[in-house]
């Protein structure tokens, strides 16, 4: 019979009790640990730092991460004298993070005497996870001005927080200025100038890498693909195997997304068999990348062949196999397997109706197409996004049936701003100049500051002659103001510790 807290507390078997409680957090009872250690807590005894240790640990396993319970654990290590403890502060701050409490993580920091650069990196790490990009950049000014010295998860974390090239650009230099040369830095920064449409500067990142891997190169083929510089991601592809880097699933899955926009059937077929010989056809993402890729090529029989062969479907490969028959011309079949995934027991999502609208567009379903859109909404709670409304838009606007496009913008109640600028382009297309201004004026309530739509207008009047209107609403046209924001103010303290400038690359820097 198991010894219950209570019998064992009138033996005084304080090791007992603390060997009841590391058992219940290393076997995952974490509930059950939590009970104990409030009981020990009552009986005057504290836990350990190896306990804390493996505790916080197998917290951050937990799927469903809990504030209250993140609380009480909390009060458990302040009773034992723990919380100020550099090593057990720093998993505690990224756990209060991953519950969502900046506060909790910031007061759990503030008791840390001298945080270390790990200490630094979870406090950072947490408001950047967390979209606090202001205050990230402020604690990493603070660090540096606290004269603690940065390491690579410091500038990981703080990296999440770049949000602008300038930005970027400043935390690049202080990268450099720090002499650190390692590899998942040198793959965030290829990632994040890529992001802020800078591919030159991702290249010349990239080409400075003093040590390349696998991540590497798929940072690099995704900036290229994300630039559509399709030539060169097959390109980057070819050069990392010539290097003897082995692409693995993410590779094959980003150059057959190359090979799909650039339409070379041939080199997605050499890609295929490099997937087969390494067996990763059985991966259903890969798969899906496949049946993808065949259906914008227009190779149908491929595309039917793929999926027949993929050991497991899902509303992604279904979405792909949909939309690569309305891409091969194929309508009637896509609306076919429309139903059989539903018959399967697969709920469309946003991606398969958006496959489904494009083929209704391709063959001319003018009713079809408005019926799916309802169907959305009636049979599967979805709400139309923009782009949805832009595809039924477009169908309608083919027809030249612009007054039912407005009519089921209006039965929507459509907030999106693109879909009245798209039915505004219609307008002008037809040169219906009421329609235009009923959708001009929607627009104005919903995107005052949109030069697209006061361009339209603008061109709607001159090409009916009404010059005097056009003039009304090109003075009506904002003027673009620059707004100082308070992430300038950190900056503006980070380029101080630059001596006042921004990087400019120097020949032979690493990550430059």
């Known amino acids: 019979m198991p010894l219950t807290l209570r019998a064992l507390s009138r033996h005084n078997p304080v090791k007992t009790t603390l060997r009841i409680l590391s058992c219940a957090i290393r076997s995952g009872q974490l509930s059950k640990a939590l009970a104990i250690a409030e009981r020990m807590q009552a009986l005057g005894i504290c836990i350990t730092r190896n306990q804390a240790y493996f505790w916080l640990q197998e917290c951050s396993k937990q799927r469903d991460q809990d504030l209250e319970y993140a609380k009480r654990l909390q009060s458990v290590l302040v009773f034992s004298r723990l919380d100020s403890v550099q090593v057990l502060a720093d998993h505690l701050i990224r756990y209060f993070a991953s519950c969502g409490s900046l506060t909790n ?18 406090i950072i790490s947490a408001h950047s996870q967390l979209g606090k990009a202001e205050r990230a950049l402020h604690l990493f000014h603070k660090m540096m001005v606290c004269g603690s010295e940065a390491n690579e998860c410091v ?33 965030s920064l290829v990632d994040l100038y890529s992001r802020l449409s800078s591919l030159s500067e991702a290249c010349t990142v990239f080409d400075k890498l003093p040590k390349r891997n696998v991540v590497s190169c798929n940072s690099m083929i995704a900036a290229y693909i994300y630039h559509k510089s399709f030539f060169k991601a097959l390109g980057c592809f070819g050069k990392m195997q010539a290097q003897g880097i082995d692409p693995d699933d993410v590779t094959f899955s980003s150059t057959l997304m190359a090979c799909s926009s650039l339409g070379v059937i041939k080199r997605g077929r050499l890609i295929h068999h490099q997937i087969i010989e390494r067996g990763l056809q059985s991966l259903a993402y890969v798969g899906t990348a496949l049946a993808d890729m065949y259906g914008k090529c227009g190779s149908l029989a491929d595309l039917l062949d793929v999926f027949k062969n993929l050991p497991y479907r899902d509303v992604v490969s279904w979405g792909a196999l949909i939309a690569g028959c309305a891409e091969c011309g194929d ?11 539903q018959k399967e027991g697969f709920k ?39 782009h949805h409304c832009f595809c039924v838009i477009d169908l309608l606007a083919r027809a030249g049936k612009l007054v039912e496009a407005e009519r089921m913008l209006q039965d929507l109640d459509s907030s999106a701003a693109v879909a009245w600028r798209s039915l505004l382009s219609a307008s002008k297309t037809y040169g219906n100049v009421e329609l235009g201004r009923r959708c001009f004026d929607h627009l104005y309530q919903l995107d005052p500051d949109s030069a697209s739509g006061y361009i339209l207008m603008s061109k709607i009047y001159l090409a009916a002659g009404m010059r005097e209107e056009a003039l009304k609403i090109e003075k009506l046209r904002p003027k673009w103001k620059p707004k100082v924001k308070e992430l300038d103010k950190i900056l503006n303290k ?6 006042g400038h921004e990087h400019k690359c120097e020949a032979g820097e690493a990550f430059c």
């Open 348 to 386: 469309p999502n946003e991606v398969t109706f958006t496959s489904i609208f494009a083929a209704c567009s391709n063959a001319g379903l003018i009713d079809e197409g408005c019926m799916y859109l309802k169907l959305m909404t009636s049979d599967f709670g979805l709400k139309p996004n923009p």
């Open 331 to 341: 309508s009637a079949l896509a609306r076919n397997y429309f139903l059989q995934m």
């Open 105 to 122: 993580a910031e007061i759990t920091f503030e008791k840390v005497a001298k945080p270390s650069a790990y200490t630094w990196s979870a």
């Open 155 to 187: 500038f990981l974390g703080v990296l999440k927080a770049c949000s602008t090239l300038s930005c970027l650009r400043l935390v690049h230099h202080h990268i450099l200025q720090s002499g650190l040369q390692a590899v998942t830095v040198g793959n």
């Open 494 to 499: 980070l380029r101080k510790g630059l001596g």
